[in-house]
């Protein structure tokens, strides 16, 4: 699992397989698997990940090959038997068989586990029970894997914990590449194209894969998210967790799900990233999945928790010397302080911002620094300053072919010259900032955008088409639970509704 600090977690998918009569030692299993990544398997440069029929996503086809697919992804299969033996597949009498008999076809490693039965029930078995008899002798006579035999769930618990770490001394430790080729500098890409070979060589040729395949898929998502294809996206960036979930993925997808406003969704990838920082010692990715929890707070309207995220960041980046990151606290603190008010502390971290964007030659981050700083002289009154700022950044945004960037921009340029008392041009503005947040699906700019249409109406006395727009508006932020925002366009729209009784 990489992170851009150059550390790395090689991911290995460990599956169960049991009838429903072991409910309790599947609850155990994910448990005790999470322990042992963090006392032994991180120091290997390994996570393991639990995985069950539960985790198989749903779809067209027989369920039991979608499980198959687990199965065969995944390098161990640990099997578990009791009273019952399942209910039939349509192939094979039981999921159970099935799974064992597709491990075996793809020559997995499989550990079996009988829990103990009572003496009155093998006295009397019946059609459940005496399959499963019939397979432990199979497994018995066979010799092909070895078995261990438990009392109950909590001897389970303590003997698959040894197993595991067992397991886990016997393993090489794994080290891997810093970077994807897309992130490496063209002197560089030789040498991750090497360390990929060696990684071939040592860990098979499909495990290596993963690490190019996942890359590839969430670029391949962002590509669609960026063309409008909003679904086709999050099904790529689903496929890219699934091969591989490292931090800076699982992260892409969060920003992503911030992007359409599935902010619950969101704050769960960035927490997942956050733990995973903290789990192999990477500060910087610890760092970066602060900041945009910083993001999704403010977007919520929390600013307390927005301001504490983003000062944890700025103060990991600080001490790394990370100054990109440095930049991206400095403009993401600017907006709350000019959120809250304070023009002064918000202008001195928006320059601190752009300075170091400059420094970087970091065109999209001076895009967002002219940007913040045009809506900070705005609000102060300076007009022909503001638009300059926001000028510059529309056209490092269009240069950059940015099309997130343009949508604020836009939007700031219909506010600039709705003040101005321009409501032609600003309505132009706001419907090239709606188009494109919409072609996005940019929940909270399409908020934005349909509040500022509203304003325009309003000022121009279309008193009907104004409370549609805030209507619109109200909907998104109220989905988007900003509870601020919610009750700034209810006050709206209930001055409108006063208006238009006069």
Same mark, same amino acid.
């Given at each position: 699992?990489? !992170?851009?600090?150059?550390?790395?977690?090689?991911?290995?998918?460990?599956?169960?397989? *049991?009838?429903?009569?072991?409910?309790?030692?599947?609850?155990?299993?994910?448990?005790?698997?999470?322990?042992?990544?963090?006392?032994?398997?991180?120091?290997?440069?390994?996570?393991?990940?639990?995985?069950?029929?539960?985790? !198989?996503?749903?779809?067209?086809?027989?369920?039991?090959?979608?499980?198959?697919?687990?199965?065969?992804?995944?390098?161990?299969?640990?099997?578990?038997?009791?009273?019952?033996?399942? *209910?039939?597949?349509?192939?094979?009498?039981?999921?159970?068989?099935?799974?064992?008999?597709?491990?075996?076809?793809?020559?997995?490693?499989?550990?079996?586990?009988? =829990?103990?039965?009572?003496?009155?029930?093998? &006295?009397?078995?019946?059609?459940?029970?005496?399959?499963?008899?019939?397979?432990?002798?199979?497994?018995? !006579?066979?010799?092909?894997?070895?078995?261990?035999?438990?009392?109950?769930?909590?001897?389970?618990?303590?003997?698959?914990?040894?197993?595991?770490?067992?397991?886990?001394?016997?393993?090489?430790?794994?080290?891997?590449?810093?970077?994807?080729?897309?992130?490496?500098?063209?002197?560089?890409? &030789?040498?991750?194209?090497? =360390?990929?070979?060696?990684?071939?060589?040592?860990?098979?040729?499909?495990?290596?894969?993963?690490?190019?395949?996942?890359?590839?898929?969430?670029?391949?998502?962002?590509?669609?998210?960026?063309?409008?294809?909003?679904?086709?996206?999050?099904?790529?960036?689903?496929?890219?967790?699934?091969?591989?979930?490292?931090?800076?993925?699982?992260?892409?997808?969060?920003?992503?799900? @911030?992007?359409?406003?599935?902010?619950?969704?969101?704050?769960? =990838?960035?927490?997942?990233?956050?733990?995973?920082?903290?789990?192999?010692?990477?500060?910087?990715?610890? &760092?970066?999945?602060?900041?945009?929890?910083?993001?999704?707070?403010?977007?919520?309207?929390?600013?307390?928790?927005?301001? %504490?995220?983003?000062?944890?960041?700025?103060?990991?980046?600080?001490?790394?010397?990370?100054?990109?990151?440095?930049?991206?606290?400095?403009?993401?603190?600017?907006?709350?302080?000019?959120?809250?008010?304070?023009?002064?502390?918000?202008?001195?971290?928006?320059?601190?911002?752009?300075?170091?964007?400059?420094?970087?030659?970091?065109?999209?981050?001076?895009?967002?620094?002219?940007?913040?700083?045009?809506?900070?002289?705005?609000?102060?009154?300076?007009?022909?300053?503001?638009?300059?700022?926001?000028?510059?950044?529309?056209?490092?945004?269009?240069?950059?072919?940015?099309?997130?960037? @343009?949508?604020?921009?836009?939007?700031?340029?219909?506010?600039?010259?709705? !003040?101005?008392?321009?409501?032609?041009?600003?309505?132009?503005?706001?419907?090239? *900032?709606?188009?494109?947040?919409?072609?996005?699906?940019?929940?909270?700019?399409?908020?934005?955008?349909?509040?500022?249409?509203?304003?325009?109406?309003?000022?121009?006395?279309?008193?009907?088409?104004?409370?549609?727009?805030?209507?619109?508006?109200?909907?998104?932020?109220?989905?988007?639970?900003?509870?601020?925002?919610?009750?700034?366009?209810?006050?709206?729209?209930? %001055?409108?509704?006063?208006?238009?009784?006069?």
């Amino acid at each position: 699992m990489s !992170t851009g600090s150059g550390k790395y977690l090689q991911r290995i998918p460990i599956f169960i397989a *049991s009838p429903s009569d072991l409910n309790a030692e599947r609850e155990i299993f994910p448990k005790v698997i999470e322990k042992v990544n963090l006392i032994k398997a991180k120091s290997k440069g390994i996570l393991l990940e639990a995985v069950g029929w539960e985790d !198989t996503l749903p779809g067209k086809g027989r369920p039991q090959e979608k499980i198959n697919e687990d199965v065969k992804h995944s390098d161990l299969i640990v099997m578990l038997l009791w009273k019952r033996w399942g *209910s039939a597949t349509g192939k094979y009498s039981s999921g159970f068989e099935e799974e064992y008999e597709v491990a075996c076809a793809n020559a997995k490693e499989i550990w079996l586990y009988f =829990r103990d039965i009572p003496g009155d029930m093998m &006295a009397d078995p019946g059609e459940q029970l005496q399959k499963v008899l019939e397979f432990r002798d199979k497994v018995e !006579t066979e010799k092909k894997f070895l078995f261990r035999r438990y009392e109950d769930e909590h001897a389970w618990k303590e003997q698959f914990f040894e197993d595991l770490c067992r397991w886990l001394d016997g393993l090489q430790p794994v080290t891997f590449p810093s970077f994807p080729p897309d992130t490496l500098p063209p002197e560089k890409v &030789a040498e991750y194209e090497q =360390r990929i070979e060696r990684l071939e060589k040592e860990l098979g040729r499909s495990r290596a894969k993963q690490i190019r395949s996942a890359y590839t898929w969430a670029k391949e998502a962002w590509e669609h998210a960026d063309a409008g294809r909003i679904t086709k996206a999050e099904e790529y960036f689903a496929k890219a967790i699934a091969i591989y979930p490292e931090p800076s993925v699982v992260n892409s997808y969060g920003l992503f799900l @911030m992007r359409i406003g599935a902010l619950k969704k969101s704050e769960e =990838r960035f927490v997942q990233t956050m733990k995973m920082g903290e789990l192999i010692g990477d500060k910087e990715t610890l &760092a970066i999945a602060c900041g945009n929890l910083g993001v999704l707070y403010k977007i919520r309207g929390n600013l307390k928790g927005a301001e %504490e995220m983003h000062k944890k960041a700025l103060a990991i980046d600080e001490e790394l010397g990370r100054k990109e990151g440095m930049a991206d606290e400095y403009g993401s603190l600017g907006i709350l302080y000019r959120i809250r008010g304070d023009l002064k502390g918000a202008e001195g971290m928006h320059k601190k911002a752009l300075a170091i964007d400059k420094e970087l030659g970091r065109k999209q981050g001076m895009a967002n620094a002219y940007g913040n700083l045009g809506n900070l002289y705005s609000i102060r009154g300076d007009l022909k300053a503001a638009e300059q700022m926001h000028k510059k950044a529309l056209a490092i945004d269009e240069e950059l072919g940015r099309k997130e960037g @343009m949508a604020s921009d836009y939007g700031n340029l219909g506010n600039l010259y709705l !003040t101005r008392g321009d409501l032609k041009d600003a309505e132009g503005m706001y419907k090239k *900032s709606l188009a494109i947040e919409k072609e996005l699906g940019r929940k909270e700019g399409m908020a934005n955008a349909y509040g500022n249409l509203g304003n325009l109406y309003e000022t121009r006395g279309d008193l009907k088409s104004a409370e549609g727009m805030y209507k619109k508006s109200l909907a998104i932020f109220t989905s988007l639970g900003h509870k601020t925002m919610v009750r700034k366009v209810r006050s709206r729209i209930e %001055e409108l509704k006063k208006s238009k009784k006069e």
